[in-house]
Antibody, heavy 121, light 110 residues
Framework: EVQLVESGGGLVQPGGSLRLSCAASGFTFSSYWMSWVRQAPGKGLEWVANIKQDGSEKYYVDSVKGRFTISRDNAKNSLYLQMNSLRAEDTAVYYC??????????????WGQGTLVTVSS | EIVLTQSPGTLSLSPGERATLSCRASQSVSSSYLAWYQQKPGQAPRLLIYGASSRATGIPDRFSGSGSGTDFTLTISRLEPEDFAVYYCQQYGSSPLAFTFGGGTKVEIK
């Protein structure tokens, strides 16, 4: 069974940093693109970043470029999101997500339960 | 950057009725790269449709997707009580690379 479990969320002051983790199991982690998607309270979904199977390609939404860094450790079956210079507008539930299929984009077929990041003084 | 506009914002229907949800793109989208999700309160989204019209594993056949170019539709043929939720469309664009979501349509019980 595919499982994605996020951790690392919490309350942080504006300008602060936080590192989110996503522990993956039940599939060959190194075969899939992985993504982070966030949802501000009461708002819609927003793609944040994604990373290729071997970590050689990384892409970000414009609003987080230069502040957030996505990474992965295939040996540990783990995905990460390092978030620096956090702003109030980064407050959201952050989901780890996996493509449905490994060989072509087919939407996010698997999601974690999410971890809440609150940026506030 | 492609913008996805979903309409209506809210759809008020009764169980058993047909729901038709629209997703309009600001530029042409490859049908291969259009997906639909369902989200219930307090839950992660669930993938319903990928490639504009292919149902994901375990999705009932009352859900169907169609469309091409800039206009895509999610149809729920007969609403079941568990179908009342928020629905999002999403597209994958390669230039620049982005995975944009629409703003969502809430399907509520009338």
């Amino acid at each position: 069974e595919v499982q994605l479990v996020e951790s690392g969320g919490g309350l942080v002051q504006p300008g602060g940093s936080l590192r989110l983790s996503c522990a993956a199991s039940g599939f060959t982690f190194s075969s899939y693109w992985m993504s982070w998607v966030r949802q501000a309270p009461g708002k819609g979904l927003e793609w944040v970043a994604n990373i290729k199977q071997d970590g050689s390609e990384k892409y970000y939404v414009d609003s987080v470029k230069g502040r957030f860094t996505i990474s992965r450790d295939n040996a540990k079956n783990s995905l990460y999101l390092q978030m620096n210079s956090l702003r109030a507008e980064d407050t959201a539930v952050y989901y780890c997500a996996r493509d449905l299929y490994y060989d072509f984009w087919s939407g996010y077929g698997y999601w974690g339960q999410g971890t809440l990041v609150t940026v506030s003084s | 950057e492609i913008v996805l506009t979903q309409s209506p914002g809210t759809l008020s229907l009764s169980p058993g009725e047909r729901a038709t949800l629209s997703c309009r793109a600001s530029q042409s989208v490859s049908s291969s790269y259009l997906a639909w999700y369902q989200q219930k309160p307090g839950q992660a989204p669930r993938l319903l449709i990928y490639g504009a019209s292919s149902r994901a594993t375990g999705i009932p056949d009352r859900f169907s997707g169609s469309g091409s170019g800039t206009d895509f539709t999610l149809t729920i043929s007969r609403l079941e009580p568990e179908d009342f939720a928020v629905y999002y469309c999403q597209q994958y664009g390669s230039s620049p690379l982005a995975f944009t979501f629409g703003g969502g349509t809430k399907v509520e019980i009338k």
